[in-house]
T-cell receptor
């Protein structure tokens, strides 16, 4: 029973390039969450998606960041024109439902380094 | 009001000792309190969680104590082992999807 999968695990981008991070939720899970973790800090909520819908993107920076979860395929977190401050670990989590009590299961993360 | 304050920032415990990590919250709407364990280079893994209708939950060597009136909850690791050395995060949710995470406690258990 595969867990949440993320790729790539490590990503190096130069300033101004685009970064694409992928997340495949656990089997049977249709809700995906993205979090960002800066060094020595806790995780900060970015966005919550269901298939083909963005439910809450209140934690996303207003510019350069976008997320999608298409009907087929993984969820994608896209960062355009990356800057050094975007260097962080990005974690995806999934759950079977977004209602009521539930548990979020995290993937191994993508560590983005912007040079 | 959305913060979860976690302490201590780091903790060193002898093998066999008890590790205690504390968290405090302000938002009374929070009603789900999970703890996550994270090893270097890995994603957080759910360890144990509690809801405010109980004051304590125990799973193996891990216990959550919950004080609703004080808006505090804590993780106790009994008989701590070197393999428990990791970073521990508390979190709070309100039955919705946004977890608010504490800043983490780096635990080191000495052999």
């Amino acid at each position: 029973n595969a867990g949440v999968m993320q790729n790539p695990r490590h990503l190096v981008r130069r300033r101004g390039q685009e970064a694409r991070l992928r997340c495949s939720p656990m089997k049977g899970h249709s809700h995906v969450y993205w979090y960002r973790q800066l060094p020595e800090e806790g995780l900060k909520f970015m966005v919550y998606l269901q298939k083909e819908n963005i439910i809450d993107e209140s934690g996303m920076p207003k510019e350069r960041f976008s997320a999608e979860f298409p009907k087929e395929g993984p969820s994608i977190l896209r960062i355009q024109q990356v800057v050094r401050g975007d260097s962080a670990a990005y974690f995806c989590a999934s759950s079977p439902t977004g209602q009521g009590y539930y548990e979020q299961y995290f993937g191994p993360g993508t560590r983005l380094t912007v040079t | 009001q959305q913060q979860v304050k976690q302490s201590p920032q780091s903790l060193i415990v002898q093998k066999g000792g008890i590790s205690i990590i504390n968290c405090a919250y302000e938002n009374t709407a929070f009603d789900y309190f999970p703890w996550y364990q994270q090893f270097p280079g890995k994603g957080p893994a759910l360890l144990i969680a509690i809801r405010p209708d109980v004051s304590e939950k125990k799973e193996g060597r891990f216990t959550i104590s919950f004080n609703k009136s004080a808006k505090q909850f804590s993780l106790h690791i009994m008989d701590s082992q070197p393999g428990d050395s990791a970073t521990y995060f508390c979190a709070a949710g309100s039955g919705t999807y946004k977890y608010i995470f504490g800043t983490g406690t780096r635990l080191k258990v000495l052999a």
